[in-house]
């Protein structure tokens, strides 16, 4: 019978190891796109789609509201976890995620050529909230894909490097929208409403293309193919993902649910309140930003590397004890207002509150997970913790900031979540030494 040591004993010969780049490959730069489609719309509702799609409420409440169309992206992705993963589970891997970037791409071009409220009404709207939902579930099957894609090519003393190349994606993405839309914030402001803020959104095509013809060259999982062999697969995936494995199932959401919350607070709701109440310059938090994605290309494989040598769980506990130290400090010091500090501030949280634990996701989660529920023990349960703490703690810390007059809540909840990580990081196990296939 073969084993999972037998599977990673090939992967190291020169077919296996051109096969093992071009996975990886395929894998990072679907990511980025995905992120890219992902974000564009986050920084979009938090400069202009409040004016644009949401104009006859006052501003707090149109902020609120655009930052409310953004979470249904984020209430969407576990449906598309769910669904990509049980198809990922029991067809493979590879045909899945050609239709996930298929289906994000579709929904971020058609964003691009809506028409606003004030052409259309209230369908306009109505149409971006369904669009932001197609991209939701668009993403909610990708990242499960590309990382178990990546996972089950890599040799096992470097999963936690390769897999952590997958979350690379992110950063690139964040630096490409921020990039874009730093373009865009430069514009007059008539001009931006008029037609700028649809360019980054009709770029997308284009990505999207590349990324078609890159995927369409990978070859399937080995892991999933031996599976096959063995007639492993299961009937439902899902199911099995959450009733028989329930342990790393809510693991899986309570070591994400620090980190998810913590980026988006940066990159959306930071973007509001420094804009908004500090007054600060739109260019000098999209540039801090774009500053701490760059670090990010640096630090997320570092730390993948780490995870290789020490482990996955140690990376939780020190990134969730930084967000517990960090929560209050984080506003303090944005609040100084001067350029040199809101840029350090803004790449210290990045990496430490984020990119500590974002790294290894892309391996641990998939690892926690026998290999036939796989795809959807990880998709969904990163999905279901994106919804809940990605999608909505940028809205409830609007809410908070607005109503009680200053950012103690939002530090408080920040805290609150980082309790929640800390405590899932105590009962996870360690898989860096396990076998993807017994």
């Not at 058609?110 to 993403?139: C, M």
């Not at 013809?213 to 031996?226: A, H, L, M, T």
């Not at 007054?279 to 730390?303: G, H, N, Q, Y």
Request: glycine share 10%; proline share 5%; charged share 15%.
């Amino acid at each position: 019978m073969t084993t999972s040591y037998d599977l990673h004993a090939r992967a190291h010969d020169a077919g296996s190891q051109r096969s093992l780049r071009s996975v990886v490959f395929a894998s990072t730069i679907g990511t980025i796109i995905e992120w890219y489609d992902f974000l564009i719309y986050g920084m979009a509702a938090a400069l202009v789609f409040n004016k644009l799609f949401f104009p006859s409420i006052d501003p707090l409440l149109g902020t609120l509201a655009a930052l409310g169309s953004y979470a249904v992206g984020f209430l969407a992705r576990p449906l598309g976890g769910a669904i990509f993963g049980y198809f990922g589970d029991r067809l493979g891997r590879k045909s899945i995620l050609m239709l996930t970037l298929v289906m994000m791409g579709l929904g971020t071009f058609l964003i691009g050529v809506l028409p606003t409220y004030a052409q259309i009404g209230i369908w306009a709207p109505i149409l971006l909230i369904s669009l932001r939902f197609i991209q939701g579930i668009g993403l909610g099957g990708e990242w499960g894909g590309a990382s178990v894609m990546v996972l089950e090519h890599a040799p096992k003393e470097h999963r936690g490097l390769y897999g952590s190349l997958v979350q690379v994606g992110f950063p690139i993405g964040l630096v490409v929208a921020t990039l874009v839309f730093g373009v865009i914030a430069k514009m007059p402001e008539a001009d931006i409403l008029a037609w700028g803020w649809r360019v980054p959104f009709l770029i997308s095509a284009v990505l999207i293309l590349l990324g078609m013809f890159i995927r369409s060259n990978v070859s399937e999982s080995p892991v999933f193919e031996e599976m096959k062999a063995r007639r492993e697969i299961v009937s439902n995936p899902v199911k099995e993902a959450i009733f028989k494995h329930p342990r790393s199932f809510l693991v899986a959401v309570g070591l994400k649910i620090s980190e998810v919350s913590w980026v988006y607070m940066l990159t959306v709701f930071v973007v509001v309140y420094a804009t908004g109440t500090l007054k600060l310059p739109k260019s000098m938090i999209l540039d801090a930003i774009l500053v701490a994605a760059a670090v990010e290309l640096i630090t997320i494989p570092l730390f993948g590397f780490l995870s290789d040598r020490i482990g996955r769980r140690p990376l939780y506990f020190i990134g969730a004890i930084f967000t517990l130290a960090f929560a209050f400090p984080l506003f303090w010091l944005l609040e100084m207002r001067t350029p040199e500090i809101v840029m350090l501030t803004i790449v210290v949280a990045m990496s430490l509150g984020h990119g500590l634990m974002f790294a290894p996701e892309s391996t641990y989660f998939p690892e926690l997970f026998g290999a036939n529920v796989r795809y959807s023990g990880a998709s969904f349960g990163f999905q279901v913790a994106a919804a809940l703490g990605g999608g909505f703690a940028p809205v409830l810390a609007t809410a908070l900031a607005g109503y009680m007059g200053g950012t103690a809540g939002v530090s408080v909840m920040l805290i609150v979540l980082a309790l929640i990580t800390l405590v899932a990081a105590m009962f996870a196990r360690e898989t860096k030494n396990e076998a993807l296939l017994k």
